[in-house]
């Protein structure tokens, strides 16, 4: 099975810019998607493939992969993005199986 | 509007059985594969199995191989998420959520609310 691999916790100033990192071996071969959970909600899709915001998602948003590393960048951060982000990709089985990392609780101060 | 309206909560006693429902609306059930994913309290999203409605094709993760049952009834557009024999690790919030349709793109588009199950004697 695979493995993914985050920070636990992430700061950022208000309205600077932060990154989120996300580390797996199937990351070498499969896009993460990132998610946004705030306490007592659902998860929420914020990016998905090499770079892709679902509607409706702001564009201070982005996302970019390298090797084994995919990270999501907040562009001046807002103090509403203030949540856990998790990312989550394919594993290595080859049967369409996933996996998550354990997420980064991003805190804006 | 496209939506996931999963059962409600479910207070269970460890060794009894239990089935969560997961009904979508809004676009074609049989054509997106349905992904159902614990949370347990204050941890991260964990990914358990997936199906694909349209004919039940079920695959599971290796930690939740053999301790749950993923099932669907496109019928009526519901997916189900089973267990034979409740214990109290089972407290989580379980959630349902659509993969994207795309096969070129990986990730899960919608989701449902949570369905919250407390197992406890």
């Known amino acids: 099975s695979s493995e993914l691999t985050q920070d636990p916790a992430v700061s950022v100033a208000l309205g600077q810019t932060v990154r989120i990192t996300c580390q797996g071996d199937?990351?070498?071969?499969?896009?993460a998607s990132w998610y946004q959970q705030k306490p007592g909600q659902a998860p929420v899709l914020v990016i998905y493939g090499k770079n892709n915001r679902p509607s409706g998602i702001p564009d201070r948003f982005s996302g970019s992969n390298s090797e084994n590393t995919a990270s999501l960048t907040i562009t001046g951060a807002l103090a509403e993005d203030e949540a856990d982000y998790y990312c989550n990709s394919r594993d290595n089985s080859g049967h369409r199986l996933g996996v998550f990392g354990g997420g980064t609780k991003l805190t804006v101060l | 509007e496209v939506q996931l309206v999963q059962s409600g909560a479910e207070v269970k006693k460890p060794g009894e059985s239990l089935k969560i429902s997961c009904k979508g609306s809004g676009y074609s059930f049989t054509t997106h594969w349905i992904a159902w994913v614990r949370q347990m309290p204050g941890k991260g999203l964990e990914w358990m199995g997936i199906?694909?409605?349209?004919?039940?094709?079920?695959r599971y993760s290796p930690s939740f191989q053999g301790q749950v049952t993923i099932s669907a009834d496109k019928s009526i557009s519901t997916a189900y998420l089973q267990w034979t024999s409740l214990k109290a690790s089972d407290t989580a919030i379980y959630y349902c959520?659509?993969?994207?349709?795309?096969?070129?793109?990986?990730?899960?588009?919608?989701w449902g609310q949570g369905t919250t199950v407390i197992v406890s004697s």
């Open positions: 199906i694909y409605p349209d004919d039940s094709d079920a």
């Open positions: 959520a659509r993969e994207i349709l795309d096969p070129a793109y990986y990730g899960m588009d919608v």
């Open positions: 199937s990351l070498r071969i499969y896009y």
